[in-house]
Structure formats: C-alpha cells, structure tokens
Nanobody
Framework: QVQLVESGGGLVQPGGSLRLSCAAS????????IGWFRQAPGKEREAVSC????????RYADSVKGRFTISRDNAKNTAFLQMNSLKPEDTAVYYC??????????????????WGQGTQVTVSS
C-alpha cells in the first residue's frame, strides 16, 4: 500500500524559507514521478513543481520559478520542495503526489494516483 506523508509546513514571514518533505512508502521501486501541488483558500488546486522518475528532469510553475527547488533522495524515498523568498500568495495547503505509472514530469493532476494528506504553508507578517 502506497503512502505519502508531507511535513515541513508552517507559518513564515514574507521573504522567509521553508522546506517541505514528502516521504513515500509502498512503491516496489524508486521509479515513480513526483509532483507538488497547492490549493489556496477559495481556489482550485494547482501544480507547483514535479520531478521525473529516471533522469530527475524538473519543471516549475511560472509563479515559483527561481524561488522553489524540487529534489529527491531515492535512498530515503523522500522528495523535497525548498521554498525561498516566500510571498503571501504562496499561502496554501501543499500536497505531494506520486505515481509509478508515469516516468515523466507531469502537471496533470489526474496522472497521479497517490496523494499525501497535505501540509499547510502560511506566509504572513
């Protein structure tokens, strides 16, 4: 049974940093793509970043490009989202998603069969 558990959210001032973690378990191999998504109050869930399963190709939403960095530690089955220069508009619940049926980096939510429970990120002074 695949499980994804996010951690690392919290309250941070504008301009600050947070690092989110997504611990995966239950996959038969390390070859699964990972995506980070977020949902702000009153808005639809949107893609933030993703990383492919084999060549670590990464992709970012325009709104976070240059500020966020996605990475993965295959030995620990954990993915990370380093978030720097945070803005109030980054406030949202952040979800990680994964699937071993896709190897590429995808922003399409329906491509991911497994989702974490989400972690709240609040950027406020």
């Amino acid at each position: 049974q695949v499980q994804l558990v996010e951690s690392g959210g919290g309250l941070v001032q504008p301009g600050g940093s947070l690092r989110l973690s997504c611990a995966a378990s239950g996959f038969g191999s390390r070859y699964y793509a990972i995506g980070w998504f977020r949902q702000a109050p009153g808005k639809e869930r949107e893609a933030v970043s993703c990383i492919s399963s084999r060549d670590d190709y990464t992709r970012y939403a325009d709104s976070v490009k240059g500020r966020f960095t996605i990475s993965r530690d295959n030995a620990k089955n954990t993915a990370f989202l380093q978030m720097n220069s945070l803005k109030p508009e980054d406030t949202a619940v952040y979800y990680c998603a994964a699937d071993d049926r896709i190897w590429t980096c995808e922003f399409k939510q329906s491509d991911y069969g497994y989702w974490g429970q989400g972690t709240q990120v609040t950027v406020s002074s």
